[in-house]
């Protein structure tokens, strides 16, 4: 089946777009088609830079999409939006090929609710392909991607850092409190170990940054939540040792850079699908003793604590994993 020109629609989130990229990379490499990228506003920065990709639009654009002719519509959002435009542009070409998957939502509830896990595929990026099998798209097996660009090199840090050391880089944001390791916890384990550590987040972890540098009060602690673009957060992964994180964005980012990744787990669990997709056998999840079984979809509401169950994991199941990866 031959395409030449291909449209990709996902809005959410950072991880989520992140995920995509191993179907823009295995579309552009087996079809040589145009990729064409629709995604909300604050994300276009996520994929501006990927080559494999020849415009990104935002939904702003979405009337100049509307004017495109594409072959191909892959749906990765598969909500009622990303139906409604893509109806849209197959009635301006009738052999435009519409192709969504499954989000596997009754099956999560049941897991959820049931503690019975029906999924079919272990990860969302499995169930991407599929569907795109049936157009003969195979998995290449060679995980995400994400891009720097090449403006960003250690110059465009402070001295200070320890970039040239092995460092370990600690992402401790989350999108909802419950899905965040505790500032305790990172105390605790940062007054354990003697390798350097930046923490990396939003502006919401600043504060929280500032905290666990204060109270931990060792002099290889450096708190640069709130202050780095997305690109900068990801240099500073790509050149770490090892990488701590929650259930976030930057930990997918990790994996496109085969990083040595311990991640925590709370209300959210690896059984839902978004772990890490990579190779790398240096992976290690650490979940909460509470359950094995998630306690929401998005890790916004815990079945048995106010902040969240991932505050029951162990200091010392930590720093075992740290030990284990350096």
């Not at 579309?27 to 494999?52: C, G, M, R, W």
């Not at 040239?164 to 305790?184: L, M, P």
């Not at 909460?288 to 306690?295: E, H, L, R, T, V």
Request: aromatic share 10%.
């Amino acid at each position: 089946m031959s395409f030449k020109k291909i449209l990709i629609i996902r809005f959410s989130s950072i991880g989520d777009i992140v995920l995509t990229s191993t179907v823009v990379r295995v579309l552009k490499e087996q079809t040589d088609a145009s990729i064409y990228f629709l995604t909300k506003k604050s994300y276009v920065h996520v994929l501006i830079n990927n080559p494999y990709i020849k415009k990104v639009f935002s939904v702003n654009d979405v009337v100049e999409v509307l004017n495109k002719k594409f072959d191909l519509i892959v749906d990765l959002q598969k909500n009622l939006k990303s139906f409604f435009i893509s109806i849209l542009i197959k009635d301006k070409m009738k052999k435009t090929l519409y192709i969504s998957y499954n989000k596997e939502n009754i099956k999560k509830w049941i897991l959820i609710n049931f503690k019975k896990n029906l999924l079919k595929y272990d990860h969302v990026v499995d169930r991407y392909f599929s569907e795109l099998k049936k157009i003969n798209i195979k998995n290449d097996n060679k995980g995400v991607d994400f891009f720097i660009p090449s403006n960003i090199n250690k110059i465009s840090f402070s001295n200070e850092l320890p970039l040239e050391k092995n460092y370990i880089a600690w992402v401790i944001g989350g999108t909802y409190r419950q899905k965040k390791i505790s500032k305790e916890i990172i105390i605790k384990v940062c007054s354990k170990i003697s390798t350097p550590v930046i923490f990396i987040g939003g502006m919401l972890e600043k504060k929280i940054g500032e905290y666990v540098c204060k109270k931990a009060a060792k002099p290889n602690l450096y708190n640069l939540c709130g202050s780095l673009s997305l690109d900068k957060s990801a240099f500073i992964i790509k050149n770490s040792s090892i990488v701590l994180t929650n259930d976030t964005g930057m930990m997918h980012i990790a994996s496109a850079f085969q990083k040595k990744i311990i991640s925590f787990w709370g209300c959210t669990k690896p059984s839902l699908g978004m772990y890490p997709y990579t190779s790398n056998e240096n992976n290690i999840f650490i979940n909460s003793n509470i359950s094995s079984f998630p306690c929401s979809k998005l890790g916004n509401k815990c079945l048995y604590s106010k902040d969240g169950c991932i505050n029951n994991i162990k200091v010392k199941e930590i720093l075992i994993a740290i030990d284990n990866l350096t």
